[in-house]
């Protein structure tokens, strides 16, 4: 009683699991994805760049937001009260620094919110009027343009020999 094996059998103890075709491709694969990172790197480092060329000229914004300049380390040893420590335990804690950004941040959203209702409304109503003004205009000057060819039908037309 012998069996014959299934084609599938044969074919799985033909081809090796360990082809040296496929220890290259996969040593390919390593490679495009290290030049692949390694591009992104260098972009991100580019992009990083010209933003800060951008935003050079916004020195001003030191002085506004505490920490952000380069007297960050000079902050912490003159102990500048308590902005240095709040910025120093942002900067060194980042939970603290996301629970902050999400307490600040519903009352700047309700402020923003409520002073862009009536700037939507009142400029909704302002560019309504505006239409409304050049249509009225326009009808007024398409009355008129009827009325003078009604007037100049009616008079006929002149023959003055």
């Given amino acids: 009683m012998s069996q014959t094996p299934s084609p599938s059998s044969t074919q799985r103890r033909s081809t090796p699991v360990?082809?040296?075709?496929?220890?290259?491709?996969?040593?390919?694969?390593?490679?495009?994805?290290l030049l692949r990172a390694e591009v992104e790197r260098s972009?991100?480092?580019?992009?990083?760049?010209?933003?800060?060329?951008?935003?050079?000229?916004l020195s001003w914004l030191r002085m506004l937001v505490p920490g952000f300049g380069p007297g960050r380390a000079r902050a912490k040893a003159t102990g500048r009260g308590v902005n240095a420590?709040?910025?120093?335990?942002?900067?060194?804690?980042?939970?603290?620094?996301?629970?902050?950004?999400?307490?600040?941040a519903k009352p700047l959203r309700a402020t923003v919110a409520a002073?862009?209702?009536?700037l939507l409304k009142w400029g909704a109503l302002g560019?309504?009027?505006?239409?409304?003004?050049?249509l009225?205009?326009?009808?007024s000057a398409r009355k008129q343009q009827a009325q003078?060819?009604?007037?100049e039908?009616?008079?006929?037309?002149?023959?003055e020999s």
Avoid: C, Y
């Avoid at 360990?18 to 994805?33: F, P």
């Avoid at 039908?153 to 023959?159: H, L, M, T």
């Fill in 85 to 104: 420590t709040l910025t120093d335990l942002v900067l060194n804690h980042p939970l603290v620094s996301s629970l902050a950004s999400v307490i600040l």
């Fill in 43 to 57: 972009e991100f480092v580019k992009a990083r760049l010209e933003l800060n060329r951008k935003f050079a000229n």
């Fill in 115 to 118: 002073g862009a209702k009536p």
């Fill in 136 to 139: 009225l205009s326009h009808l």
């Fill in 153 to 159: 039908a009616a008079d006929g037309p002149r023959d």
């Fill in 18 to 33: 360990h082809d040296s075709s496929t220890l290259q491709m996969r040593a390919v694969r390593k490679e495009l994805l």
């Fill in 127 to 134: 560019a309504a009027g505006w239409a409304g003004l050049r």
């Fill in 148 to 151: 003078e060819q009604e007037q």
